[in-house]
Structures are given as structure tokens and as C-alpha cells.
């Protein structure tokens, strides 16, 4: 047991600022906590100025104290560095003391999250008492300790101390130095053999990275050809350049277990490993001491270390995405210390992962840091594509590579000569398949002796080997005990790496020491549980391939059971899991719960994960036989979440499945979930631009959510056919179910809030909207009222009730004024903070809009807001409208600045478009610019075609009363009949153009009427 502690800590708390003192804390506390990991320890505590650590608990390590020695001495020469950097800086002495006991002391997990581990007895009480009697920079052990490591180290004399509270006094020496480092157990490694182009590129990278031009590499190839160990080798280099390592790794299971690999990374890198939640949480927080509240609970939350007592700050998933990588990236670029970070098989990471270390590995080319990722070819997902990267692609070693690996693992004796070449020529370049044949031949009693000195008996010409590595793993499990082989089968199940406290909850024992000997699994970390991995993960491939599957449904099934009882606090958390383990043990029931489960966790923290669990429900739900009663509304119901949500999520329409919601639910008779589902596909279509076909759906959709009957629910559905009408240009139809909406809210702001925070709020945006088109007076009151109420409700309803007021400037309803500036980057502010990226991009649109409509230095921020949005709208497929809104103010930009050639060329295009999809809102805005150009232009028939497409607009049908093509069309014909010389004819079209305008009042196009009366 050790003890450290800041001397005179309350000395410092009043000369520094705090923040400053939590960082000189928290460095005390990082730099310890690696010393400690170095020698085996494991840091129980963060005590805010201090730690304890434990050594051989609760599996013995035979020479613990000794380990505790070192590291105690580690810790004082770490420190006395980092004294020297607070000294300089701050002019205040930092040291600490250290003591040390040994013996018995009760320890075991306490509380929830597997990682609190808390020791107890009188031994914590005395090696914190030694703690308090060491000199400042010393370490103090007690008798128990003392005698441990009488040989090894040299004490000063007993001096006798009195334990608190008691009359009891006790010898405490000093621990001056030891003698030697003891040998800590490590695998055996080979001499590498070959790889010295990759070595040499891996050190350049290196080495530039440390520079500060950090950089990614991807080292891929086949299984056992050697990634692992290259990445050990950098890792190497990296610790003796005094790099920080961090690692995590993914695994085979772990495809659809959201946010696993991501959170290990973090645990590791906040060095968080093994510290119960509430030292985690305080650690956390003297890292990041300028960090957002909310910032750090969603990491809390994502590491797994929140307080349960602190609700979730109500955040869209995307912009927690968003914040945490800012948080992180902030860190990261706060960092001086150069690290190396190494993720192991990425060809296993869940998405949510994935695409988080993609957002924080965007500032690595800025910071002296390495991202090193392991893979097999099949991966191609975004870590191979970071800013910045490499890949080093592993080919098989040469044959007298293999051979000299072949002869350094089997030995030079004269006997295996012949079987040395066997080896090689049979490993075919593979140094794991190399090692796995040799392990064979010992197994067959063909080799006698240990590795580099084998000898061989009988006649080896007659050797066989099997052809391929996973035949000769087979074998070798096959020869292993009954005991042994049971043990290996449930370790393969619950993944490459397992604790023996699982693995006996599992099996109710197991015998480890047998497989630890056939060199199948190895021990990686010893507190506070044991834990174990697969030498390789092909061993564990073969493991769980070769069970029987009954067998292994049964382990599944008994696993899935253990992980829910054994964290119960995190049982949401572990769902995907826990729905993983029973989909394979073939309890398709319970895992379809389950996987729904982890669909409700994962919609506030991840939807494209929420959207896997939801995908894995509709398989499973898929697989079900007709017996089953509820097969239907199984298969029903994550169609129904899949369909809904297919709109803000962006990808492929065709993956939102609605044709197949349609037919399930029609043979079910289930309308409440086809509304549901068509809502949301009526509006999906209308925002990937396929304005007709949404319009005609719309209709039935409309009928469809009538006839369930359920005020609330037609209430919180009809936005998809109100939006969808609105766009298609039917504005009647759009001003009748806005009206609808709002009737049935009956003043109730939140009722129907299914989808939408406030389905009145944007009721009345729509019916504003709707009204603008016809000219009917009243929108402008109601864009403002829907603002207003929007404020007190979340981001997605103040960014959609911001943009039906803003997005209709482009027709000239409105001026860009200064209230226009302010509510837009209010809630600019409020989408980058809380909303998801599909509000973001409207978000940015809005705010976009208003300032290029506005004659000032910020215009240019504008095109650049504009330009996100589209982007966002065209990656993601968003909303596809933003394409003509934004080309069009390019395509007048471009005329502003005498390309016209480019505007006509631009503005045309998107004509044509618009003409093609059924667009109708943004038509007027787009013809005008065309129009202007070619006015402008006057070549030989640009008069002509100008009259064309005036003529052309003039000639589609609308609503009766539409007024967004006639306002625009009379100043065109104004301008047509200036360009041909007619005075009257001009004078004519301007006065009616402006009392259109104003009668409906549209300020945009009544300053521009004035502006024309007066040329
Ligand atoms: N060039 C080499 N020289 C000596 N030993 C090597 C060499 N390459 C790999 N080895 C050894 O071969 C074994 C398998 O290599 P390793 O585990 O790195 O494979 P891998 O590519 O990571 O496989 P997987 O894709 O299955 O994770 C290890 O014991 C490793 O130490
Ligand atoms: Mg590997």
C-alpha cells in the first residue's frame, strides 16, 4: 500500500490561484499515477492532493513491496522535475512524501462502473502514517515493509511513531535506495526480423511528430504478419524518447457497441483506469479546469464516470459530438508533451467511435503527437482518411527472414535443422503462423526443451504440419484438458480480452493457469481484477469458431446475464452488449428488447448508433418465426423509429425502409405507425428535393393521420405534409393544415411534441409562411409570434421557427435589419451548442442569408455561413433546398461583381432545376438574377431568351392568390420593357409592381419599387 502526499498543500492553496493549483495537482497526479502503472501498481485514489496506490492486491505479485519501493522512489524523482518547472513559474516549493506498508488488506470492487476499488485495514491507516512521518522529498516503510525488502533496499534506522488515536507506536525507516530493479515479467519477444523500411518511415514520422507535425499512420495487413508488434516497437522507441504512450483496442464484438473504444482511449488518456467515478470525476476536473460545465458532464457521460444524480444537459447528439471534440481538441492543443496514441484492430470500431477520434484527430498535423491505428484490409473506414496520414502496408516476410525468425524461436541444435526450414517454408512469411507451428511440434512431442533451445527426437522428415494457422490452433485447443478447453470457450465469447471475475461468474471456475502455460492467453493487468488477453486474436477466432453452437449459445446467454447483474447502474449503457450476447445465444425475444433499449440510450448520445441498434431490432425482429404473437409489431416498431427519423439524419432515402413499413403495417392494420413513419418520409422526400412526390403523398399521409383520430398526434404529425405542400408550392393546402394544427393545439405549446418541441410554434411559422405566399396580411405577426414562443423551448424549434421568418428574405419580403441580425445569431449561438448538424446547416443558412442581404464588411461571413450549410446539405443530404437559395445569391454576387457570364451560366442551371424537382418557393428569386443578367448582358438574344424565361415562370400554375412569381414578374417586365425603350410600358409595370408589393407588404420589394420609380 502507498501512500503520497503534497507537503504543506494548504501553503499552496492560499499563494495560487486555484485553477493553477489544480493543475500543478493534477500533473502531480499524472506523472505519479505512471510510475506506478510502470511497476504493476495500481492507483486506487485521487485525494486531490495525493494518491494511493496498491501493489499485488488482489492478485499477489510476489515481489510487491519492492515494487512499491521503486515506485515510491519513482514518484520523488518524477516530482522533483516538475518542482523545478512550479518553483520557476510560480516560486512555490512543491515535494512530496511517501510511505509504504505491506500485509493483508481487505479489498474488493465497491459501488458501481467495475473500476472503484477500495482497500481497507489497518495497513491503509499505517502506510498513511508513514506517509506523514517521512522527511519532505522521502519515503518512509514500515516494519512489515521493511522486512520484504530487507535485500534489496537500504534503509535508515527504525525510529519509533506513534499511530493516531492510539497509544500504539510503531517503527518506521526510511527508505533511502534499493539495489536493483527487479525483473518485471514481460511476454517473450523475438529479435525483429525484416521490417527495416517500415522502422525507419515509423521513427521519421515519429520523430516529425514529436517536432510538432504530428501526423496518422495506418500500419494494415493480414492476420499475425506483424502490426501488434510493430506498434510495440514504436511504442518502444516512443517511451524511451520520453513520449507518453496511450493505447486502446477495438474488438471483434464491439461493432455495434457504441462509444467502447472511444471512452477506453479517453480513460487511458485522463489516466482514469481503475479509479472509482467520484476520483475520476474530480480528476477530470482539475484537468480541464476552464471546461464548460455541461462540456465535462457529456464527457463524464461518454467516459462513464457521470454522476447519476446529474441529469444530462439536453443536447442533439451532433452538437454533443461537436462539443466534446472541442473540449478534447482544446485539450489536445494545450498539450506540450509530445504522446503517441495507438488504436489496436480498428477494422472492429463501432461508428460512434469511429467518427469521434476522426473529430479530435483533426488537430493532430498541429500538435506533436502520433496516431498510430492497426488494421486488416477489409477496413476502409474514415481513420484510414485523417488529415495528414500514412499507411504502411505489411507484406510477408521474405523466406530468409522466416527463416531466421523460424531458427531463433526453435534453436541451433543439429536435430531440428531440417525442421527449421520445414517452419519456415510452411509459415509462408507469417511470423504468428511461424510460432503457432513450433508450438504444434512441442505440443506433438516432436520438440523437447524451451524456446531458442529445442532439440528433436525422432525421424522429422515424416513431419506434417497443418496448411493453414487456424487448423493448427484447432489442434492444439483440441489437445488442451476439459477444464482448460471450457475455459478457453467462454473466454473466446466474451471477447480478446476477459477478467477472471466475468469468466468465473460465467463458469462457476476456471482454469487459467493451464491456458497461461500453452501460451494461448496472457495476463495484462493484475489489479483490481485480474485481467487476461488472447495471445492472439486469431486463437480467439479459432476458440469461438470450433465450439459446438449450442454450447456456445449457452455461454451468451449466461454472459448476457452477468453483465446486467453485475453493473446495474449501467445497464442502459451496456445494453447493445448485453443485446449482442443474446441475439447470439438465439434469444431473439429478449434481444430485441434489448437492442430497442439501446436504441432509446444511444438517441440522446449518437444517433447514427441509435439508428444501428434500431437496425439490429428489425433483423432480429426479422428472424422471428409468424408463431410469434407480437412478430408484427416487432418488426413494426423499429421500422416505425427508422422511418421517422430518417429526415434530420441525412443518407440515402432509400435506407429509411418506408415501403416496407407501409406493407407490414397494412397487413397489421396499424395506421399509428405508418403515420408515424409517413410523417417522416413525406418530409424526407420534400427535403432531398423531391418536391412532387412528396406533395402527392402528403395528401394521403394528411387523410392518413385524420383517420387515427388522435388530436395529439395529428397535432405532432402533420409538420411533414404542411412543409411538404408549402414547398410544392400548394400554400392553400399548406394555410389549411397549418391552420388544422393550430386549432387542435388549442393554445397548449407543447402538445404532440412527438418530434418537434413545439409543434403550435412552428404551426403558426407555417401558417406565416403559407400566408406570405398568398399575400395574406397577419405573417408577419405570426413569424414574430412563433419566435417568441419559440425561445423557451429547445434548439430544433427555434432554429425551424427562425427560418421560416428569415428564409423567405430572399423573395423580398423583409429587410435585413437589425433585429434580423440579433435573432439569428442568437440562434446561430444556441444550433452550434445544442442542435443537431441537419439545424445547424439551417442555422447557419438563416444567419447567412441575412447578413449577404445586408451592405457591410460582414457579407463575406455570410457567403461562408452560406457555404457550410450547403456543404452540410450536400455531404450529409440534408435539406436539399439550401442548393438553389445559396447558388442563387452566388450566381447575383457573381453578376455584382461583372461575371455575367457566370451568372447566367449559374442562375440558369438552377432555373432548369427548379423547373425539373417542382421547387416553387425559390423560383422567383432565381429567374430574377437570371433575368438581370441577361438584361445586363444584351448580346445578340439575351433579350429574347430573357423574355423566355419570364414567360416561362409567368406559365406555371399556382395557387390562386401565390404571389411569390407575380411580385417578382412585374418588376422583370419593367425591366424588359426599359431595355426595349418603353417608357410608359415601364412606368406601367413599375407602379403595379409596387403596389403588389406594398399591398402585400413585402418591404424587400417596396424599397426596390421605390428605387425603380426614380431611376
Ligand atoms: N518482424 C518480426 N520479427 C519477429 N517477430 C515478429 C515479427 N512480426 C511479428 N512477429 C511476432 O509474430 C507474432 C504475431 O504478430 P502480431 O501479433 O504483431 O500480428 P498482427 O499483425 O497484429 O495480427 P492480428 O491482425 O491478428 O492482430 C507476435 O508474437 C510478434 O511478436
Ligand atoms: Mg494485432
Request: hydrophobic residues 45%; charged residues 20%; aromatic residues 6%.
Amino acid at each position: 500500500m502507498l501512500f503520497a502526499d503534497v507537503v504543506r498543500s494548504m501553503d499552496m492553496a492560499s499563494t495560487l490561484e486555484p485553477e493553477r493549483l489544480r493543475e500543478i495537482m493534477a500533473a502531480v497526479f499524472d506523472r505519479s499515477a505512471v510510475v506506478v502503472q510502470r511497476y504493476g501498481g495500481t492507483v486506487d485514489k485521487f485525494t486531490g492532493d495525493g494518491l494511493m496506490a496498491l501493489f499485488g492486491a488482489p492478485v499477489a505479485l510476489e515481489d510487491h513491496a519492492l515494487r512499491g519501493c521503486l515506485a515510491a522512489l519513482g514518484i520523488l524523482q518524477e516530482i522533483k522535475g516538475l518542482a523545478a518547472e512550479v518553483d520557476a513559474r510560480d516560486h512555490v516549493a512543491l515535494q512530496l512524501r511517501v510511505g509504504l506498508d505491506s500485509g493483508q488488506v481487505v479489498a474488493g470492487g465497491i459501488g458501481t462502473g467495475g473500476m472503484s476499488y477500495t482497500a481497507f485495514g489497518e495497513h491503509v491507516g499505517i502506510a498513511q502514517r508513514m506517509e506523514s512521518v517521512a522527511p519532505p522529498g522521502g519515503v518512509a516503510v514500515s516494519e512489515s515493509t521493511a522486512r520484504l525488502v530487507e535485500n534489496t533496499a537500504v534503509l535508515g534506522e527504525p525510529v519509533l511513531v506513534h499511530i493516531k488515536g492510539t497509544d500504539v507506536a510503531i517503527p518506521a525507516r526510511q527508505l533511502l535506495k534499493t539495489v536493483a530493479d527487479p525483473v518485471l515479467t514481460g511476454r517473450h519477444e523475438w529479435t525483429l526480423v525484416g521490417r527495416q523500411w517500415e522502422m525507419g518511415a515509423l521513427k521519421g514520422l515519429l520523430d516529425e511528430s514529436i517536432a510538432g507535425r504530428g501526423c496518422t499512420v495506418g500500419v494494415v495487413g493480414a492476420p499475425g504478419i506483424g502490426k501488434t508488434r510493430l506498434a510495440r516497437e514504436v511504442a518502444r522507441i516512443a517511451n524511451e524518447s520520453g513520449v507518453e504512450v496511450f493505447s486502446t483496442f477495438c474488438e471483434s464484438h464491439g461493432l455495434e457497441v457504441s462509444f467502447h473504444v472511444v471512452a477506453r482511449m479517453l480513460r487511458t488518456a485522463f489516466r482514469l483506469n481503475q479509479l472509482d467515478a467520484t476520483s475520476a470525476r474530480a480528476l477530470v476536473g482539475a484537468r480541464l479546469p476552464a471546461a464548460e460545465p455541461d462540456d465535462v458532464a457529456l464527457l463524464h457521460d461518454l467516459i462513464g464516470i457521470q454522476d447519476n444524480d446529474v441529469a444530462l444537459p439536453d443536447i442533439e447528439p451532433d452538437a454533443r459530438r461537436r462539443r466534446l471534440a472541442q473540449l478534447i481538441n482544446t485539450a489536445l492543443l494545450g498539450r506540450q508533451a509530445p504522446a503517441l496514441y495507438v488504436i489496436e484492430d480498428a477494422h472492429w470500431i463501432d461508428s460512434a467511435s469511429e467518427a469521434m477520434f476522426a473529430e479530435f484527430f483533426s488537430v493532430i498535423p498541429r500538435i506533436p503527437a502520433m496516431v498510430l491505428v492497426t488494421y486488416r484490409p477489409e477496413y476502409r473506414g474514415v481513420l484510414t482518411q485523417t488529415p495528414g496520414s500514412h499507411t504502411i502496408s505489411l507484406s510477408p516476410l521474405s523466406h530468409s527472414q522466416t527463416a531466421v525468425l523460424a531458427g531463433e524461436m526453435i534453436g541451433p541444435h543439429p536435430s531440428v535443422k531440417t525442421l527449421v526450414r520445414q517452419v519456415a517454408e510452411r509459415a509462408v512469411g507469417n511470423p504468428f503462423f511461424a510460432e503457432e507451428i513450433v508450438r504444434d511440434l512441442v505440443e506433438r512431442g516432436v520438440l523437447h526443451g524451451n524456446w531458442s533451445c529445442y532439440v528433436s527426437s525422432g525421424d522429422v522428415t515424416e513431419v506434417s504440419v497443418p496448411a493453414t494457422v487456424q487448423a493448427i490452433i484447432a489442434a492444439r485447443i483440441d489437445r488442451l484438458g476439459g477444464r482448460a478447453k471450457h475455459t478457453l470457450n467462454a473466454a473466446a465469447v466474451i471477447g480478446l480480452r476477459f477478467d477472471e471475475e466475468t469468466l468465473v461468474s460465467v463458469l462457476g471456475d476456471a482454469a487459467l493457469e493451464e491456458l497461461t502455460a500453452a501460451e494461448l492467453i496472457d495476463p495484462v493487468v493484475f489489479a483490481p481484477h485480474t485481467e487476461y488477453a488472447f495471445r492472439h486474436p486469431l486463437i480467439r477466432t479459432v476458440a469461438y469458431e470450433s465450439q459446438l453452437k449450442s454450447g456456445r449459445a449457452e455461454l451468451h446467454r449466461c454472459l448476457a446475464r452477468v453483465i446486467e447483474q453485475r453493473d446495474p447502474g449501467s445497464v442502459d449503457e451496456n445494453a447493445a452488449l448485453i443485446a449482442t450476447h443474446l441475439e447470439a445465444a438465439g434469444n431473439l425475444r429478449e434481444a430485441f428488447s434489448w437492442h430497442m433499449r439501446a436504441g432509446s440510450w444511444s438517441r440522446y448520445r449518437d444517433i447514427g448508433a441509435a439508428r444501428v441498434s434500431w437496425q439490429r431490432a428489425r433483423q432480429v425482429a426479422d428472424r422471428l418465426s409468424a408463431a410469434d404473437l407480437d412478430g408484427m409489431s416487432m418488426r413494426i416498431a423499429p421500422r416505425t423509429l427508422l422511418c421517422g427519423s430518417a429526415w434530420h439524419i441525412g443518407g440515402a432515402v432509400a435506407d429509411a425502409g418506408f415501403d416496407e413499413l407501409r406493407d407490414l403495417t397494412a397487413e397489421a392494420g396499424d395506421k399509428r405507425s405508418l403515420a408515424i413513419g409517413m410523417a417522416g418520409w413525406v418530409c424526407l422526400l420534400a427535403f432531398r428535393g423531391r418536391y412532387l412526390e412528396s406533395s402527392r403523398l402528403a395528401s394521403e399521409c394528411v387523410d392518413l393521420i385524420e383517420s387515427v383520430g388522435d388530436s395529439a398526434m395529428t397535432v405532432g404529425l402533420l409538420y411533414g405534409p404542411t412543409y411538404a405542400k408549402y414547398q410544392a408550392g400548394e400554400v392553400v393546402e399548406g394555410l389549411r393544415l397549418a391552420q388544422r394544427r393550430i386549432d387542435l393545439a388549442a393554445g397548449d405549446l407543447a402538445k404532440g411534441n412527438l418530434i418537434l418541441g413545439s409543434p403550435l410554434a412552428l404551426g403558426i411559422s407555417e401558417r406565416g409562411a403559407a400566408r406570405c405566399c398568398l399575400g395574406i396580411s397577419g405573417w408577419m405577426e405570426d413569424f414574430d409570434d412563433a419566435i417568441a414562443m419559440a425561445r423557451g423551448f429547445d434548439a430544433t424549434t427555434r432554429v425551424i421557427a427562425n427560418w421560416f421568418k428569415y428564409g423567405t428574405i430572399p423573395n423580398g419580403t423583409l429587410l435585413a435589419d437589425s433585429g434580423a441580425l440579433q435573432d439569428t445569431a442568437e440562434v446561430l449561438q444556441v444550433a452550434e451548442q445544442f442542435a443537431d448538424d441537419f439545424n445547424l446547416g439551417l442555422a447557419q443558412l438563416t444567419r447567412g442569408l441575412v447578413l449577404v442581404h445586408r451592405d457591410d464588411a460582414n457579407r463575406e461571413a455570410g457567403f461562408e455561413l452560406m457555404a457550410s450549410a450547403r456543404e452540410k446539405a450536400v455531404q450529409e443530404r440534408f435539406t436539399f433546398v439550401a442548393l438553389p437559395i445559396v447558388d442563387t445569391q452566388t450566381a447575383k454576387e457573381k453578376a455584382r461583381i461583372g461575371d455575367l457570364d457566370g451568372a447566367i451560366a449559374l442562375s440558369q442551371a438552377i432555373v432548369d432545376d427548379q423547373f425539373d424537382t417542382g421547387e416553387m418557393i425559390y423560383r422567383g428569386p432565381a429567374v430574377t438574377v437570371l433575368v438581370e443578367s441577361l438584361l445586363q448582358r444584351g448580346a445578340a438574344g439575351d433579350v429574347q431568351t430573357a423574355q423566355e424565361v419570364i414567360d416561362r415562370l409567368a406559365a406555371v400554375p399556382t395557387d390562386p392568390g401565390f404571389v411569390l412569381h407575380e411580385i417578382p414578374l412585374l418588376r422583370l417586365r419593367a425591366l424588359v420593357a426599359r431595355q426595349g425603350g418603353d417608357q410608359t410600358g415601364y412606368r406601367d409595370w413599375v407602379d403595379r409592381y409596387r403596389a403588389t408589393a406594398t399591398a402585400c407588404g413585402f418591404q424587400g420589394h417596396m424599397a426596390i419599387a421605390e428605387a425603380m420609380r426614380c431611376p
